[in-house]
Structures are given as C-alpha cells and as structure tokens.
T-cell receptor, first 114, second 110 residues
Framework: DAGVIQSPRHEVTEMGQEVTLRCKPI?????LFWYRQTMMRGLELLIY????????DSGMPEDRFSAKMPNASFSTLKIQPSEPRDSAVYFC????????????FGPGTRLTVL | GENVEQHPSTLSVQEGDSAVIKCTYS??????FPWYKQELGKRPQLIID?????GEKKDQRIAVTLNKTAKHFSLHITETQPEDSAVYFC?????????FGTGTRLQVFP
C-alpha cells in the first residue's frame, strides 16, 4: 500500500519566491492535515480538510499561506511570498474518518528559504 | 481548547532499562491518545494508541496507560534497545484534530 506521498522532498528557494508543496493522501482517507515542524515551535497543525472541505485553518500563520484540496487525492500548500522564517519541515497526514484515529504522516518536505 | 504537556523533554537510559514518558491533557472530552515515534530526519510514525474506554494497552515492549480521572497518560518502553532512540510525541484528540506534546528525546546507550 502506498502511504501518504509528498513532493518535493526538499525545496530551496529565495526569499520572495512562491513555494508550492504537494500531498497525496492514502487512498480512501477522507481527512487531510498539514503540519509544520521546527525546533523552536515543535509540530504545529496549520490546516485540515474533511471530504475536501477546509474545516479549521486557525493554524495558518498569515495570509501568505494558503491551502487547497481540489479532490480527494490531492492537496497543495502554497506560500507566497516566502520568507526565511518559513524554513521548516512541512508534513502532510491523512486519516480515514473525521476523528483523527490512525493519522498517518507523509515523509515531509524540507523547505529552506534563503 | 486542549493543551498537552509532555515530560521529560530528554531521557537517557542504558540499554535494557525501562523508559517512561508522561503526558497530561486539559480537555476531559478527549477520548483518543496516540503516541508517535520520530527518528532523525524521518516522519512521525504511530506506534501505539489508546482510547478512553481502556486503561492500558500493550504491544510487545511498549505499553500505554491512561488515567482519565487525573487526565494523564504514559508510554512505557521495557528492555530498551539502541534502535528505540528517537523523539516520542504524545497527542490527544480535540474535536477532529490532534494536539501534540512537545516531544521527548530518548537516547538509549549500549
């Protein structure tokens, strides 16, 4: 079984550039979560979707961040414009039901903004 | 909202010894408590979870206990091995999402 798939695995960009991170959840899972992990702030939930609908985006740090889920098998997290403080590992996770039982993480995207 | 506190932040043990990591939560409505293990440079992986209708769950060398009255739960690893070295996160559910603790870095010395 394929797990959660994320791309790219590594991204290095310059300040001011647009960054798009991609996620494919586990087939059949209907909840999708975007997290950001840094040494200083730990694992933060940015936004989550249920049945492709954004349910809670209170963790999105500011308007530069946006996320979409156009269908059940694809989601994007976009940062425009990017800033050095956005450097982090971004994880996507999915689960089967609205409740977070058995939430499974993707391999993450390591973002470096110079 | 839910708040999850995790202790200790670092833990060093000798191979073969036991390790215990403790978490407390604030929302009595929480019913699901997973534990994740994250090795360096890897993704968090679910290793065990417990639901509020049970007090203890065991899977080989790892076990989790839950005290709903006191609102705390713990991870127990027995006969630790070097490959157990990682960061461990506890979490509690809050409506539809998980609230994570700050992590415990476990080092097992041979």
């Amino acid at each position: 079984d394929a797990g959660v798939i994320q791309s790219p695995r590594h991204e290095v960009t310059e300040m001011g550039q647009e960054v798009t991170l991609r996620c494919k959840p586990i087939s059949g899972h209907n909840s999708l979560f975007w997290y950001r992990q840094t040494m200083m702030r730990g694992l933060e939930l940015l936004i989550y979707f249920n049945n492709n609908v954004p349910i809670d985006d209170s963790g999105m740090p500011e308007d530069r961040f946006s996320a979409k889920m156009p269908n059940a098998s694809f989601s994007t997290l976009k940062i425009q414009p990017s800033e050095p403080r956005d450097s982090a590992v971004y994880f996507c996770a999915s689960s089967l039901n609205r409740l977070p039982m058995g939430q499974f993480f993707g391999p993450g995207t390591r973002l470096t903004v110079l | 909202g839910e708040n999850v506190e995790q202790h200790p932040s670092t833990l060093s043990v000798q191979e073969g010894d036991s390790a215990v990591i403790k978490c407390t939560y604030s929302d009595s409505a929480s019913n699901y408590f997973p534990w994740y293990k994250q090795e360096l440079g890897k993704r968090p992986q679910l290793i065990i979870d417990i639901r509020s209708n049970v007090g203890e769950k065991k899977d080989q060398r790892i076990a989790v206990t839950l005290n709903k009255t006191a609102k705390h739960f713990s991870l127990h690893i027995t006969e630790t091995q070097p490959e157990d070295s990682a960061v461990y996160f506890c979490a509690a559910d809050n409506t539809d999402k998980l609230i994570f603790g700050t992590g415990t870095r476990l080092q097992v010395f041979p």
